[in-house]
Structures are given as structure tokens and as C-alpha cells.
């Protein structure tokens, strides 16, 4: 398969794999943090921990947006959607995520009209589909799908669908970036840049964690060869003791970012003066919201929002691990209270989530290792 | 309604069930770790409370020493057509495979339709049409049935039930419990094809690919292993829903092992593996209709995997991983550059990602 065996040969990773292993410095403990939860998951589906010398930490970063997202925002969503006329239509990702009385899948259970849709233009589709209805979109995601959301809404209004809105929780992954470099607990030696989100906004953004932050940054593909690369254009800047950013992902990601993107984002969005991330709490400009050229399309506008605040139960240590100051498997709730299946904390709902990609492929086998090892 | 006055009922001295999940959800009959939940933790203590045994595709019952299999499935695809079968054939054929990994051929079923009002007589007798070729194909009589029919709106146009007997193949055990470490998992054929195609005829995505679901009877493929292998094989199972992933997952639990597998011995067709990755979704939790996993003693292993190569529809049947000591009721995936990964069962249904 194109595009992706060429990245998962055995060869070149090997080959990867001992240069990494020859860059570390074995006196040296390295913690390099992957931001982008599809990197996670990659991490841990392609078991490339194993790959690496043991003093590398990988720490998993804030980018998966179903886990930063607060529990009151899908519980506002939902709200909207208890009016029987409203159908409730959101990403798989969403579907299992908890909000106070349940995730979108309980509530379907129950009677709501949700449904998964595969692309922003797809809800657009139901709500033309379906006259008598309204079809609220429940977006998510970065700046990778923050511009199909905003094409949607400049199609609505051109096709002047009146029964459509989006109720909006993008976010932007910058300004997270920097909450977790001026965060006092922050111990990081450099960072695996997101694909995706750059694949929009470029390489330009991250500019100053070299400048300022001086730590190294390598944007970085999904697939194993990506990754180990990304780490070995790290690991060679440390050496060098340079800060640079490198752009490891060159089959899709450009130095200035997709313009196009840009600009319909800029048409439909504006950043909210604060916006609440789930493990993180509120940081400033973190988020987008739909500009009132566009409130007859925004759900927020359009209904009345509770605006629900619910505070994550104090025993889980979503932030602490989020920071990357604990492990998944050292937060008291982990594989007990927490699972994937009833996530309490905000990385066990998403597979890409740290605890969930750690307790899917990781836990067990590091457990049974572990009373292996102390059995022989 | 209750009594309190009344007597407790010797079932309400039973104690507390431990299926605990307010309400059912799609999840419960997705064939992942719901399902089990709801099996084992209601189903089983007040249906079978007495069966130690642990629970497999078929049940075995001995009437003086004449041994019966006996199974039940139903069947609610949507769409009822799809490339390369359809409710009809696949109503038939997951029964009859559900009693061939049990051990059995499949003698005789019974059929419940349930229908709704207002599907029309072409599309109905295109499915009993369908059911009546592959039961002529896998030898299989139907002997009677049931119809139901309900409001308009309320089953998806039909739902078929299959129920059949079987008689067990001669020299033939299976049993998660005879598994030992060493012993090699055998796979029919390339997984995900029946999953992957549903997801597609479904029309809620615009993918298309060249694909058909596997549907078919495993029975030849099973007879014939069994002749060459026969003594040496332990445990099979068709992984329908919830996938290769689910069923090994199942047989770490019951036979107190780990499993481990190599992710490049599992056969996958390529559209299988494109649809996954860009959808997110892990092959391994992908449902079957035509293939089947067997765990064989080491020493018939190549036996039983040269006896299906040679046959029509196995020559894409492989050794993908053993049973090892240690690291019990664990699956591990390993691939050839040495990274590894646990593979859970299917939590829930499987649910594309796309942000």
C-alpha cells in the first residue's frame, strides 16, 4: 500500500531504531513530548517504545481534542439536542464520550436523534436531507478539522440553509503548546510536532519554542518510520545544542501552511478570550468561535446554552499526566475506577487519549513483564 | 406488583447479578467486552447457572450417549443486500460455521423470520431464495419455522433467526481448556472482508473499494483440516463480530495463556487494510463470515495449514502466532521490526476516527 508500507519497513526502521540508540547520550535522561494524540496512538499501536533505548521518555502531549474537551461543553450540546426537532450529528470520536447523563451513544439509546457523520459537509447533507429538522453539528478537532467546519458554514450560508448550525469547540493547539512550556512543572528536552494541524497552519507557528523556549521541535508523519526520524532530527539538534524546526513530514506539510485553510478559517472564526480545556483549565485564545457574520449558523447563538460546568472528579490526575509529571499507569484511578469503557478522566475517552492508548496496548504487558521479571 | 410477604423465589436467592449497566446499548450486542458482560453477568447465572463450562459457539448435549450440537443466531444486517451476500445466505451460513468450529456438522435448522409490514414479496423471496441455496450448499436440511410479522418501521425490513443441530465430527474435541503453550493459532483466510464491506454498502461513506464479504460455509474447509489434523486440533472459532482480536482474546481468557501473534502472518486484503487506516479502525476488530481460527498441537500444525492451502477458498490459510506460557489471558501483536502491542477485544461497536 502507497504511502504507507515504504514507512513500516523493517529495514529502515532498524536503521532508525540504532541511530537513535547511537545519538543518545547514555548519561542522559531524554523526555521528549509528542503532542498530537494520533502520535500516541501510534506509539503505542506500532509498539515503538520498545524500539528505543530506555533512558528516552516519551511524554504524551494535550493534542487529542475529544480529551481536552470539558465534560459541560457535551453536556450543552446535548441539551440543545433533548428538543425532538434537533438531530445531534458529531464524529465517531464523539460518540462514546461521557457527559453527566451519558455519552451521544447513551443518549441515542434512549431515544435522541444522533448521528455519525464522516465530514462537516456530511451534516450539512442531513440537515438539506431532512427539512422538517434541525441538524446541529458538534464540532471538534484542531486546526486539521476546524477548516472543513468553516467551508461548511460558508456553504450554509451561500445555500442559505436555514436549519443547520455548528456548535463549536475548536481549538488551537498553539496556545496549549505554551501552557505546557510555561507550566513551572515542565521538564522537557524537545517536542514531536503535530502532522496534521501543520499540514494547515505550517511550520512558521512553532518558531518560538525554538527562539524563546530553545527546545527543538520536529514535525512529524504518523507512520513508524515518521516518528523514529522525527526523533533522531531531535535527538541530533541536542547534541549540536541547537533549537531548531524541522519539518520531517515534507509529502504534505509546508513551511507557511495551507492559505486557503487559512483564509476560510479567518472568514467564519474568531479566537474566544478564554476558553476551558479539560485538564488544563482556562487558557487564554485557545479556542475559536463563529464569527456574528455567521450567528444564525452558530448553535450557540441560536439556542439557549445552559452552559454547564462540570470539574473533573479531584482523584483523577488528567493534568498531572497531560504535563506529562505522571505516568497513565500512576494516576490512582488508572485501569480501576478508569477504564475506556466508563473513562472518568479525560485521556481514557479517546483512543488517542494517553491512559486509553496506554491501558489498550501498553499496561498489561509492561504488568505481566514486570511479575515475570520478579519471578526470575 | 411484589409481594414482600411472599416467599423469595429460589431465583431471587441467587446472588446479586453482576451485570450492572443501566440500560442496553448497541455495544452489548456488538460481540466485544459488553456482550460478554451481559452474557456472563446475567444471562448465564439466571439461564445456565449450574455450566461450568466456558462458553463457546455451540452446546454439547449428550442424550444417552448420543451427542448433539445445538446453536442459535440471528441475523439483522442492514443493508440485506451487500456485495457478495446477503441476510438469506448469511443467516445460514453463520449458523452452520457456528456449529463446524464447535466440532459439528450442521443436519438440520429451524428458521424465525420476523418482518415488517409493507416489505415487499420480491425482496423476501429473494432472501428464502438465498437461504435455500446455501443450506443445498453446506448440506444442511431446513426443517420448520416461524413468522412474525411487526409495524412498519420496527425491524429494519426483516430480522432471520437460525437455530440448528449438529452432529459432532468423529475424533474431533474442542475445548479452550486442552490448549497448552507451544500450540500454534491457525487463520483460514484473509480477515476483515465481511466488516469492512457492510461499512461501505452502507453508503455512509464515499469509499469504494473491490471487495466482498466473505460469507460461505467453513464446514469443507474444516472436514478437511479435520482429517489431516484431526487429533492435534484444540479450539476454533469463527471471529464474526468483534473480530480476530475478540475471539483470541476470549481463548486467552479461557485457557489461562497468553497469545502471542505477528502482525505480517495475518493475510489482509489491501482494501481491508487502506479502509482501516483511513478510518481508524484495527483489522483485528473487523467482523468475519467465512474464516475461522484454530488453535493445533505444534507437531499438526504444518499438517492442518498444508491441508487447507491445498483446498479451494484456504490457500491463503496461515500460522499467525502460538499460545505461550506466561502473561495469561493476554494477546500480543509483534511486528518485524520488534515493536509490540496488546490487542484488547472490541470495546463497544467500532466507531471511525476521523479528528
Known amino acids: ?376 | 406488583m411484589t409481594d414482600s410477604a411472599a416467599e423469595p423465589s429460589a431465583v431471587n436467592a441467587l446472588p446479586p447479578l453482576r451485570f450492572r449497566d443501566p440500560q442496553i446499548e448497541m455495544a452489548h450486542g456488538a460481540g466485544g467486552k459488553a456482550s460478554r458482560r451481559l452474557v456472563e453477568g446475567l444471562f448465564a447465572p439466571l439461564l445456565f447457572p449450574s455450566s461450568s463450562e466456558p462458553l463457546a459457539d455451540a452446546a454439547l448435549l449428550d442424550f444417552n450417549g448420543t451427542r448433539i450440537a445445538i446453536t442459535t443466531d440471528s441475523f439483522v444486517v442492514k443493508p440485506l443486500h451487500f456485495p457478495g451476500g446477503s441476510i438469506g445466505e448469511l443467516a445460514v451460513n453463520g449458523t452452520v460455521n457456528d456449529l463446524a468450529v464447535s466440532g459439528a456438522r450442521a443436519e438440520a435448522m429451524v428458521v424465525t423470520f420476523v418482518l415488517e409490514a409493507g416489505l415487499p414479496t420480491p425482496v423476501l423471496e429473494g432472501e428464502v431464495r438465498a437461504m435455500g441455496n446455501a443450506a443445498r450448499r453446506a448440506g444442511v436440511r431446513i426443517a420448520g419455522g416461524d413468522t412474525k410479522v411487526v409495524e412498519h418501521g420496527k425491524a429494519d425490513f426483516m430480522y432471520i433467526t437460525t437455530t440448528g443441530i449438529g452432529r459432532p465430527l468423529p475424533g474431533l474435541t474442542v475445548d479452550a481448556r486442552s490448549v497448552r503453550a507451544g500450540d500454534k493459532i491457525l487463520l483460514s483466510g484473509p480477515i476483515g472482508d465481511h466488516g469492512i464491506t457492510i461499512l461501505l454498502a452502507r453508503g455512509d461513506l464515499d469509499l469504494e473499494a473491490d471487495l466482498r464479504s466473505d460469507t460461505r460455509s467453513v464446514l469443507p474447509l474444516v472436514e478437511v483440516m479435520a482429517k489431516a489434523a484431526g487429533p492435534g486440533i484444540r479450539w476454533m472459532r469463527d471471529p464474526t463480530r468483534g473480530g480476530v482480536a475478540t475471539s483470541l482474546n476470549e481463548l486467552a481468557r479461557d485457557c489461562r495463556l497468553g497469545i502471542s501473534i505477528t502482525e505480517e502472518a495475518i493475510p489482509i486484503h489491501d482494501a481491508v487494510r487502506g479502509a482501516c487506516e483511513l478510518l481508524g479502525l484495527d483489522p483485528l476488530h473487523i467482523a468475519n463470515e467465512g474464516q475461522f481460527l484454530a488453535v493445533v498441537a505444534p507437531e499438526y500444525a504444518d499438517a492442518a495449514r498444508n491441508a487447507l492451502n491445498l483446498c479451494t477458498g484456504g490457500e491463503d490459510a496461515k500460522i499467525i502466532g502460538e499460545v505461550r506460557d506466561g502473561s495469561a489471558g493476554v494477546v500480543v501483536v509483534t511486528t518485524s521490526y520488534g515493536g509490540s502491542r496488546i490487542v484488547d477485544m472490541l470495546v463497544g461497536d467500532p466507531l471511525p476516527r476521523i479528528c
Open chain 1, 1 to 376: 500500500m502507497k504511502f504507507v508500507d515504504e514507512y513500516r519497513d523493517p529495514e529502515a526502521i532498524t536503521k532508525a531504531s540504532e541511530e537513535i540508540k547511537r545519538l543518545a547520550d547514555p548519561n542522559r535522561h531524554y523526555r521528549i513530548m509528542e503532542v498530537c494524540g494520533g502520535h500516541t496512538h501510534a506509539i503505542y499501536r506500532f509498539g515503538l517504545k520498545d524500539l528505543l533505548p530506555e533512558n528516552i521518555e516519551l511524554i504524551h502531549g494535550p493534542g487529542c481534542p475529544v480529551c481536552v474537551l470539558p465534560m459541560g461543553r457535551i453536556d450543552d450540546g446535548l441539551a440543545i439536542a433533548q428538543n425532538p426537532d434537533v438531530i445531534f450529528a458529531a464524529f465517531g470520536d464523539m460518540m462514546r464520550v461521557p457527559g453527566t447523563q451519558g455519552s451521544p451513544l447513551e443518549h441515542k439509546a434512549r431515544g435522541m436523534d444522533v448521528r455519525i457523520v464522516y465530514s462537516p459537509s456530511d451534516a450539512l447533507k442531513l440537515a438539506q436531507t431532512n427539512p422538517d429538522k434541525h441538524v446541529m453539528f458538534f464540532a471538534i478537532g484542531f486546526e486539521t478539522t476546524a477548516p472543513s467546519t468553516a467551508l461548511t458554514l460558508v456553504r450554509a450560508k451561500n445555500q442559505a440553509v436555514h436549519n443547520f448550525s455548528v456548535f463549536c469547540n475548536h481549538v488551537t493547539v498553539i496556545p496549549a503548546i505554551r501552557a505546557i512550556v510555561d507550566s513551572p512543572d515542565m521538564r522537557l528536552d524537545g517536542f514531536i510536532g503535530p502532522g496534521h494541524v501543520s499540514t494547515v497552519i505550517g511550520c512558521s507557528p512553532y518558531e518560538w519554542i525554538a527562539a524563546d523556549a530553545h527546545k527543538p521541535v520536529a514535525v512529524s508523519g504518523f507512520e513508524p518510520l515518521d516518528i523514529l526520524q522525527s526523533m533522531v532530527m531531535v535527538l541530533r539538534q541536542l547534541r549540536a545544542q541547537e533549537a531548531r524546526i524541522e519539518n520531517q513530514y515534507t509529502r504534505v506539510v509546508t513551511w507557511e501552511g495551507n492559505r486557503a485553510a487559512l483564509r476560510v478559517m479567518e472568514e467564519t472564526f474568531e479566537l474566544r478570550p478564554t476558553f476551558e480545556w479539560r485538564g488544563l483549565g482556562f487558557i487564554p485564545e485557545s479556542a475559536l468561535r463563529i464569527r456574528d457574520s455567521y450567528a444564525e449558523w452558530d448553535a450557540e447563538q441560536r439556542f439557549e446554552v445552559p452552559g454547564v460546568r462540570v470539574t473533573d472528579p479531584k482523584a483523577a490526575q488528567c493534568g498531572e499526566v497531560l504535563k506529562g509529571v505522571l505516568k497513565p499507569h500512576q494516576c490512582k484511578l488508572f485501569a480501576k475506577e478508569c477504564t475506556p469503557e466508563h473513562p472518568i478522566g479525560a485521556l481514557m475517552v479517546s483512543s488517542e487519549g494517553s491512559c486509553a492508548a496506554y491501558f489498550n496496548y501498553e499496561h498489561r504487558k509492561t504488568a505481566t513483564l514486570t511479575s515475570i521479571a520478579s519471578m526470575a
